[in-house]
């Protein structure tokens, strides 16, 4: 709702030739908070990265909804979570009342509407999901797989979420309790198959690998500037630490954002990169 100034900047010399980022951003109407974002392709033809950014209105109060999804086995799984994550939250008889409840089981349902609606595809597809919602100052950030969000709070990089990786002690053990394996095969893999612990989507693997989200809250106050949200791409070759020193000096979120994607792009990631950027605007 309101200002929201969507532009796909084409870089004028992009060194990865034929794909440059693709980017936006926009700015809340209170002028409370603005956000950016870039997406790039990659090194190769096909991209399984999405993302959502937008705001919205329940009742007085502006909401910010800000994703990364990243799919694997195909794009299905993260194009569908994109597509109704948000609206199953904001439909949500509770998402005022008790914002964390209405996110969890907006995760939920929307994990189980895509098992149903695939039922009969031969092929699995799975997706993470690295969300962050705005409701006035609380900032409640929900995570299945290894997409991350970090915020800058004093200067200093602050994770607000803890990948799920098959071999993070807590996780291994409720897939061990659950029947499942974890073994090496190249990485950590579920089943010898999956690198990530939970996630959308995955039937054949869903008694362990669920799409139950860690959720953590925060306050946007005075000493919180931004967060960044970002896809493995970016987590495997730039630090949190990195990605904080990195955005702080750059005002406008969206430069910060293809910043990032370039940066990650130039050390070599090979996988899709995406990163959302919302910074918070303390002034007034
Ligand atoms: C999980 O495995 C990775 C290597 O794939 C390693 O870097 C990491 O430290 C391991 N984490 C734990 C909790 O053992
Ligand atoms: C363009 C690009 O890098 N595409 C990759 C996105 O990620 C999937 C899964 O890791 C790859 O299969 C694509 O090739």
């Known amino acids: 709702m309101g200002g929201v100034n969507k532009s796909m900047a084409k870089w004028k010399q992009w060194p990865g030739g034929n794909n440059p980022p693709s980017s936006g951003g926009g700015q809340s109407e209170n002028e409370k908070f603005s956000y950016g974002f870039s997406s790039l392709r990659g090194k190769r033809a096909s991209m399984e990265d999405f993302h959502d950014a937008k705001i919205s209105k329940v009742g ?36 005022i009342d008790d914002t964390k409840l209405a996110i969890a089981e907006a995760y939920k349902q929307t994990d189980q509407d895509y098992l149903r609606a695939e039922n009969g595809n031969q092929r699995d597809a799975g997706s993470t999901a690295s969300t962050a919602v705005l409701v006035g100052e609380r900032l409640l950030v929900a995570n299945v797989g290894d997409s991350r969000a970090v915020i800058c709070r004093d200067g200093t990089a602050v994770p607000l979420s803890s990948d799920h990786k098959p071999n993070r002690t807590d996780e ?45 809250e925060d306050t946007i106050k005075e000493g919180v500037d931004f967060l960044v949200l970002a896809s493995d791409g970016l987590w495997d070759v730039v630090t949190n630490d990195e990605a904080v020193s990195m955005v702080g000096p750059v005002p406008d979120p969206q430069d910060a954002a293809k910043m990032l994607t370039e940066e990650a792009y130039r050390r070599g990631s090979a996988d899709n990169i995406t990163c959302v950027i919302v910074r918070f605007n303390h002034g007034n």
Do not use: C
Not at 63 to 91: C, P, Q, T, W
Not at 181 to 191: D, F, I, L, P
């Open 60 to 95: 007085e109060q502006v909401i910010g909804l800000f994703g990364v999804f990243d799919g694997h086995g195909g794009s299905r799984a993260a194009e569908y979570v994109k597509k109704h994550l948000f609206d199953n939250l904001l439909k949500h008889p509770k998402f």
């Open 172 to 216: 291994r053990q409720r897939i061990e309790d659950a029947g499942g394996v974890v073994m090496w095969v190249g990485t950590w893999r579920v089943g010898g198959v999956l690198a990530v612990s939970r996630a959308f989507g995955d039937r054949l693997l869903k008694r362990y690998v669920v799409a139950e989200p860690e959720i953590q």
